[in-house]
């Protein structure tokens, strides 16, 4: 359960209980109205109340006795960010839920800011690049019989950039190893499943979201995980309530290339 001090444990099915009573009590939203009968309310009910138990499920053998912490010295990472905002700030992670944020809740609310190992890993987390290349070949290949303004409108990546860091940071949880995420009792699926759109519809956080606030509220700085997208590349999350704000020296700064898609 929630102790005074902000931690989050589920070491009995009735914390485990205890804690969906809780969470699906605060969080209940105005849509009942939603629903054309009273069967189908409770049926939904029903639902989110199991979804919940099983994302709780896998936080069940969470120990930190023996915590992969570990410091990074002067790592480069990449930032890509929409044109014109801060490269160092959570303020755009905060509007969306996202792998290590839920916001609709302030327990979950976590102030993340996300780096890629690379600037393709960046773009590929990003706009799923590996699925969005089919559709702007034909784009990215008519490039020279339109203007660029036509261009850009349609291919919302070139409105972003991406910043390159120097980072030094202590207190970083690893979790880009089998050895490192079993050691703390994390399930496979926590660290390698894709955050999930069902989650939205039944208004409730992942596994890997309540994992994030879990560490937080512990005083890590961040996460080191390995990317769903490219499997061979490290992401870092960093979250701002431990960090302080950021001011990491920008070492390059780059644009979207027609090379970074096709």
């Not at 099983?54 to 960010?81: E, G, H």
């Not at 994030?212 to 997208?229: C, D, E, F, L, W």
Request: hydrophobic share 35%.
């Amino acid at each position: 359960m929630i102790s005074l001090d902000g931690n989050i444990s589920f070491r009995s099915e009735k914390e485990v209980d205890a804690f969906c009573k809780w969470f699906l009590r605060i969080s209940v939203s105005d849509i009942r109205d939603e629903f054309k009968s009273k069967e189908e309310w409770n049926d939904f009910k029903l639902q989110r109340d199991r979804r919940l138990k099983v994302q709780i499920d896998d936080l069940r053998k969470l120990k930190f006795n023996s915590p992969m912490i570990n410091p990074i010295k002067n790592v480069t990472y990449f930032k890509i960010v929409k044109k014109g905002r801060k490269s160092l700030s959570s303020e755009g992670a905060a509007k969306a839920n996202s792998r290590f944020n839920y916001k609709n809740n302030d327990e979950f609310r976590n102030r993340v800011i996300y780096f890629g190992q690379d600037k393709s890993c960046c773009y590929t987390e990003m706009f799923h690049l590996d699925i969005q290349k089919a559709n702007y070949q034909d784009i990215v290949k008519e490039q020279c019989k339109r203007s660029s303004d036509e261009l850009e409108y349609e291919f919302k990546p070139y409105e972003y950039e991406v910043f390159e860091y120097k980072i030094s940071m202590d207190n970083i949880l690893v979790l880009t190893a089998e050895s490192s995420y079993k050691a703390l009792g994390i399930p496979d699926r926590v660290v390698k499943d894709e955050w999930f759109s069902i989650n939205d519809e039944f208004e409730i956080p992942t596994s890997g979201q309540i994992l994030a606030t879990i560490v937080r509220k512990r005083g890590y700085k961040g996460i080191m995980y390995t990317s769903v997208r490219t499997q061979t590349k490290y992401n870092l999350v960093l979250f701002e309530e431990n960090t302080g704000k950021l001011d990491f020296k920008i070492e390059n700064q780059y644009s979207l290339s027609n090379e970074d898609i096709l």
